[in-house]
């Protein structure tokens, strides 16, 4: 008696028509499988890449809603369009304790042609806390990583790359206060971000917080 509907209130209403369940079914929204991941959104920045997926069915009679048909990642590209390298300040700096720096003086043969090292001062901004969990004698040292801590990394041979003068990661050509990436030696876990701070000839840091460019 009266007019019927085909919505999912009308169960609720009672007046549903008498064909609701073959005529009107509820069709829950359906999305195709995710496309793959385009590259970064622009080279030579820490920005974004995305992947997409587009609707088959749209949703009738209250179905379900369709979910985001669209998702971001954190990306970065080292390499331009056209193929060359990025500036190194986008390279994340691969650090170990400075003592592996005066072993390694030791073992290296005098060699008169060998570029004089030099000395970049960071500001820990962020550290992971995979940190504190290295427990092998080689990963003491990153026990003594401390967020806002100032801390002294030398650039020395062979680390030294001849042609650019400077070590990989060591923030050359960034921006003030920008954030730049660090990870250390032995254990994947332990990394973070640093500002950097200022370039020496030499560091002079205490030996917990000196460290060595690998």
């Given at each position: 008696?009266?007019?019927?509907?085909?919505?999912?209130?009308?169960?609720?209403?009672?007046?549903?028509?008498?064909?609701?369940?073959?005529?009107?079914?509820?069709?829950?929204?359906?999305?195709?499988?995710?496309?793959?991941?385009?590259?970064?959104?622009?080279p030579c920045k820490t920005t974004y890449r995305v992947r997409r997926r587009h609707?088959?069915?749209?949703?009738?009679?209250?179905?379900?809603?369709?979910?985001?048909?669209?998702?971001?990642?954190?990306?970065?590209?080292?390499?331009?369009?056209?193929?060359?390298?990025?500036?190194?300040?986008?390279?994340?700096?691969?650090?170990?304790?400075?003592?592996?720096?005066?072993?390694?003086?030791?073992?290296?043969?005098?060699?008169?042609?060998?570029?004089?090292?030099?000395?970049?001062?960071?500001?820990?901004?962020?550290?992971?806390?995979?940190?504190?969990?290295?427990?092998?004698?080689?990963?003491?040292?990153?026990?003594?990583?401390?967020?806002?801590?100032?801390?002294?990394?030398?650039?020395?041979?062979?680390?030294?790359?001849?042609?650019?003068?400077?070590?990989?990661?060591?923030?050359?050509?960034?921006?003030?206060?920008?954030?730049?990436?660090?990870?250390?030696v032995g254990n994947p876990r332990c990394k973070g971000t640093w500002k950097r701070i200022?370039?020496?000839?030499?560091?002079?840091?205490?030996?917990?917080?000196?460290?060595?460019?690998?």
């Amino acid at each position: 008696h009266g007019p019927c509907y085909c919505d999912q209130a009308c169960a609720r209403t009672l007046d549903c028509c008498h064909d609701y369940a073959e005529a009107c079914p509820v069709i829950p929204c359906a999305v195709s499988q995710w496309s793959v991941w385009s590259g970064c959104a622009e080279p030579c920045k820490t920005t974004y890449r995305v992947r997409r997926r587009h609707v088959i069915q749209e949703p009738r009679n209250g179905g379900e809603a369709c979910p985001p048909l669209e998702e971001r990642a954190g990306c970065v590209e080292y390499w331009t369009e056209q193929g060359t390298e990025c500036k190194q300040s986008l390279i994340p700096a691969l650090i170990t304790t400075g003592g592996f720096g005066k072993a390694r003086k030791k073992r290296a043969a005098a060699d008169d042609n060998e570029r004089a090292g030099y000395c970049v001062e960071f500001q820990l901004v962020a550290i992971t806390p995979g940190c504190l969990h290295s427990h092998h004698s080689y990963t003491h040292w990153m026990q003594y990583l401390r967020e806002g801590h100032t801390v002294c990394v030398e650039c020395q041979h062979p680390a030294l790359d001849s042609r650019s003068l400077h070590c990989y990661g060591d923030g050359s050509g960034s921006k003030k206060n920008q954030l730049l990436h660090w990870q250390a030696v032995g254990n994947p876990r332990c990394k973070g971000t640093w500002k950097r701070i200022r370039q020496l000839d030499t560091c002079s840091c205490p030996s917990v917080h000196s460290f060595l460019f690998i």
